[in-house]
């Protein structure tokens, strides 16, 4: 009895019910494009920041998914570095980090370039630098070879594991990987976005490499994404969204990829397109939350785009912005700026009277101050 997918007769042909999907498909293409259009709609500097943010996120949440856990910081540092963005002082990057970061913008901003399976073995060996997963080593920059037994997902302690999914041979991965990436790379026939969540499920189920599959995976379904739009610069994370859903992702994996306990594996993998088009719907949904920090930037200096303001203060309103600690004195402000501080008051004053900052409370040499509240669009 077949027990996973890829034992089906009509591998790799799979099918999906496109009358079925036709709507959510829809809804996230309306959601993708409105987004896009207002984060396009954004100055340079907001825009980049917000592809900073982004990545960041979908870094550290991809590597969360599986059980790993990034430095933050280091991320952010090692991101700014490679775009060439200013962030001030960077956090120096450990190895892991490094490769993480560039295997996603390899991804995403050479995402017109063909996938190979150089680039893949490149990938994997940026992953694991060490040639070591944990304590464990493994090969990397090649196929596995199941020389150590057959490649399995499990879970549970040891002696009562429970086995989610076994992959196929490894005699059979230079076909299936010529196969799948031959797909990859051909234009998509029919949306692109579906292409996404296909390339997802199919790179997945081939489990080529040792360690490093899901992460993998998802930086193939984010290039496909980005090919879908046309666009390296990403808005939205769907490994945080994933992340948040993970108890769902891997359970509409296991579904898919082997059945239930009463039904056999098909080829018919329209619940797993249905929720990877949701859940990518709740990744775009979710960005303008996440994003709320750059996106009220954005609305306060509309709001305040005719005010003319020299560098000093434009300096200290973007720190405010970005969530300056404690309160903003006419001491701090003379710091920040390396300004005297009979100009900073001077400056302060100016910013005050043009409607930017408020009086805190307290006077006198305790007098703080902070900036106006812009009300939501």
Same mark, same amino acid.
Not at 209 to 215: C, H, I, Q
């Given at each position: ?13 799979? %099918?999906?019910?496109? !009358? ?34 982004? /990545? ?9 998914? +599986? ?14 570095? %490679? ?12 190895? $892991? ?40 080593? =493994? ?62 499920? #199919? ?18 379904? $984010? ?5 879908? +739009? ?38 018919? =993998?329209?619940? #797993? ?27 306060? #200096? ?22 300056? !600690? ?45 900036? /106006? ?5």
């Amino acid at each position: 009895m077949r027990r996973y997918i890829y034992q089906s007769s009509s591998w790799p042909r799979f %099918k999906w019910d496109r !009358e079925k999907l036709a709507e959510p498909l829809a809804a996230v293409r309306l959601r993708q494009g409105r987004l896009i259009g207002h984060m396009e709609a954004l100055g340079f500097r907001l825009r980049t920041e917000a592809v900073l943010q982004t /990545l960041t996120s979908d870094v550290i949440k991809s590597s969360e998914i +599986e059980g790993e856990r990034l430095d933050a910081e280091q991320v952010r540092s090692s991101i700014a570095r %490679k775009l060439g963005v200013d962030i001030g002082a960077l956090k120096p990057a450990d190895r $892991d980090v490094e490769g993480v970061v560039e295997m996603m913008l390899d991804a995403t901003r050479e995402y017109d370039r063909p996938l190979t399976a150089a680039r893949l073995f490149g990938w994997h060996a940026a992953l694991f630098p060490t040639g070591r997963s944990g304590l464990r080593k =493994i090969k990397t920059g090649r196929w596995r070879d199941d020389s150590s037994g057959p490649m399995q997902v499990v879970s549970g302690p040891m002696q009562r594991e429970k086995v989610h999914f076994e992959a196929p041979a490894a005699a059979r991965l230079p076909d299936e990987m010529r196969a799948f990436l031959k797909w990859f790379n051909a234009p998509a026939n029919g949306d692109a976005v579906v292409k996404a969540a296909l390339a997802h499920l #199919w790179f997945v189920t081939l489990h080529p490499f040792d360690d490093g599959n899901g992460r993998i995976a998802r930086a193939i379904a $984010d290039m496909a994404l980005a090919r879908s +739009e046309g666009s390296s610069q990403r808005f939205y994370s769907m490994s945080a969204q994933i992340r948040q859903e993970r108890n769902a992702y891997y359970g509409i994996l296991e579904r898919t990829q082997r059945g239930t306990m009463d039904t056999r594996p098909s080829m018919d =993998i329209t619940p #797993w397109m249905d929720w990877f088009l949701a859940c990518l719907g709740r990744a775009i949904v979710g960005a303008q939350t996440a994003l709320k920090g750059v996106l009220s930037k954005a609305r306060f #200096w509309e709001t305040f785009a005719a005010t003319p303001l020299n560098e000093r203060q434009r300096k200290v309103v973007n720190r405010l912005l970005d969530g300056f !600690e404690g309160k903003l004195t006419t001491s701090k402000y003379a710091k920040l700026t390396g300004c005297s501080h009979d100009t900073a008051l001077r400056d302060i004053l100016s910013l005050v009277e043009s409607g930017i900052l408020v009086h805190g409370d307290g006077g006198g040499r305790s007098t703080s101050y902070a900036l /106006l509240e812009i009300a939501p669009a």
